[in-house]
C-alpha cells in the first residue's frame, strides 16, 4: 500500500524556520498532486498548499502571507515545506497527502501520512 512519511517537525521560537519533508512509498503514479495540511488543537484539518506533478503549479493558503514555500521532487516522490517567520498561530499538526487531482479539500486526496508536530513559542 502506499505510505506518506514527514519529518522535520518540532519545537522553534517565534519567528524561527523549519523546513519538513513528506516522502511517498509505492505511489507509482508520477502524475499525483501532493500537498500539506493542518490541523490545529480543536480545529479543523485546513489546506496549506498543493503542488502539481510538475512542480510549476502551485497554490497557497491565503492566510500563510507569503511566509511558506512548497517544493516537490517527482522523481523521489517527496514534497517539502519552507516555513519561515513562524508564528505561535502556525502550531499544528500537519499531515501531507496525495491524490488524482488539483483540489483545495482534504477530502479529495486519497492517501495521508500520519502528521508531524509544529510548536511555535516565544
Known amino acids: 500500500q502506499v505510505q506518506l512519511v514527514e519529518s522535520g517537525g518540532g519545537l522553534v521560537q517565534v519567528g524561527g524556520s523549519l523546513t519538513l519533508s513528506c516522502t511517498a512509498s509505492?505511489?507509482?503514479?508520477?502524475?499525483?498532486?501532493m500537498g500539506w495540511f493542518r490541523r490545529a488543537t480543536g480545529k479543523e484539518r485546513d489546506f496549506v498548499a498543493i503542488?502539481?506533478?510538475?512542480?510549476?503549479?502551485?497554490v497557497y493558503a491565503d492566510s500563510l502571507e507569503g511566509r511558506f514555500t512548497v517544493s516537490r521532487n517527482t522523481a523521489k516522490n517527496t514534497i517539502f515545506l519552507q516555513m519561515n517567520s513562524l508564528k505561535p498561530e502556525d502550531t499544528a499538526l500537519y499531515y501531507c497527502?496525495?491524490?488524482?487531482?488539483?483540489?483545495?479539500?482534504?477530502?479529495?486526496?486519497?492517501?495521508w501520512g500520519q502528521g508531524t508536530q509544529v510548536t511555535v513559542s516565544s
Open positions: 503542488i502539481d506533478w510538475s512542480g510549476d503549479n502551485i
Open positions: 509505492r505511489l507509482t503514479a508520477h502524475t499525483y498532486v
Open positions: 497527502a496525495a491524490g488524482a487531482r488539483m483540489v483545495l479539500g482534504p477530502l479529495g486526496y486519497e492517501y
